[in-house]
């Protein structure tokens, strides 16, 4: 789930309380249509924030593993995580079939792009020059590069997913200039542009995790496993592993509208019996 638009879900049992992004909540969600796991729709719930639409509270049976989208076996909890706390390039715009809302496959909408230009081998994207991370660090596109050189050599399923739409090497990620980043396709693939705008591709403070990096850990796995370094509209406040996740807005967040709901908390319950009784 994220907090900041309409939930998507990716094929597994959705969390019992789902909401929506934009206005409350957008599940995360794997892949575009066609990509490794199939494209799921939207699952709108009526539950509303509490009092002054400051604190949201949420309820499920589980919670996050890993912080970390790249790290090795993140869950799908995990994965939710990294839909609110850090931004892609693009994202799907919403369609809504008999009601119920779904991403659309073909259509996109900037998030920390300002704008995307496409060639006949390469995508070029422009930056938003205001965009920062949560620490006050301005996004550029060498952090869009160390992310996506990341993503396609961490293994698992990142690097799985990025293959989905082509992007299998380092050397395809360019930097043009500060704001400017351009991706070179292998080959004419018409899931590559669908492929950035899933969870994967997503955009981390690279210095402030080369800090923490380690010749064993050269990527700061380690580090990104319990703590977010992203620019999303929302950051980790704190993470109690199977217990509690907080979360709270950041107010300066351009990827979108801003969310409505200040502060999260998303609490562990493994009880059915005890998630219906406190919600």
């Avoid at 210095?207 to 850990?217: I, P, Q, R, Y």
């Amino acid at each position: 789930m994220t907090f900041a638009e309409p939930l998507e879900t990716i094929g597994f049992p959705a969390s019992e309380v789902l909401m929506k992004r934009r206005e409350f909540l957008k599940s995360m969600t794997a892949l575009a249509a066609g990509s490794a796991l199939p494209a799921a729709p939207a699952v709108w719930s009526p539950a509303k924030a509490q009092s002054r639409q400051e604190t949201l509270l949420l309820v499920s049976e589980s919670g996050p593993n890993n912080l970390d989208i790249h790290g090795v076996g993140t869950n799908v909890p995990g994965y939710e995580v990294s839909w609110n706390c850090y931004d892609r390039l693009i994202s799907h715009e919403m369609k809504t079939v008999n009601g119920t809302p779904y991403y659309d496959r073909d259509k996109f909408k900037m998030e920390l792009a300002d704008d995307m230009n496409v060639g006949d081998m390469s995508v070029t994207f422009k930056l938003k020059k205001n965009a920062t991370f949560h620490d006050g660090t301005p996004v550029t596109a060498k952090d869009v590069k160390w992310s996506f050189d990341r993503a396609v050599t961490v293994g698992g399923f990142p690097t799985f997913q990025m293959s989905a739409g082509s992007m299998t090497k380092p050397e395809q990620f360019v930097v043009v200039d500060d704001n400017t980043i351009r991706v070179d396709l292998l080959k004419k693939d018409r899931l590559t542009i669908p492929d950035l705008a899933v969870v994967v591709p997503c955009v981390l403070n690279s210095e402030l995790v080369k800090k923490h990096a380690t010749d064993k850990d050269p990527w700061g796995l380690d580090y990104t496993k319990q703590n977010t370094a992203g620019g999303g509209a929302y950051r980790v406040a704190s993470w109690n592993a199977g217990t509690e996740v907080i979360f709270e807005r950041n107010d300066k967040w351009v990827g979108g509208p801003l969310p409505k709901v200040k502060r999260v908390v998303w609490r562990m319950v493994p009880s059915a019996g005890n998630r219906r009784a406190l919600l």
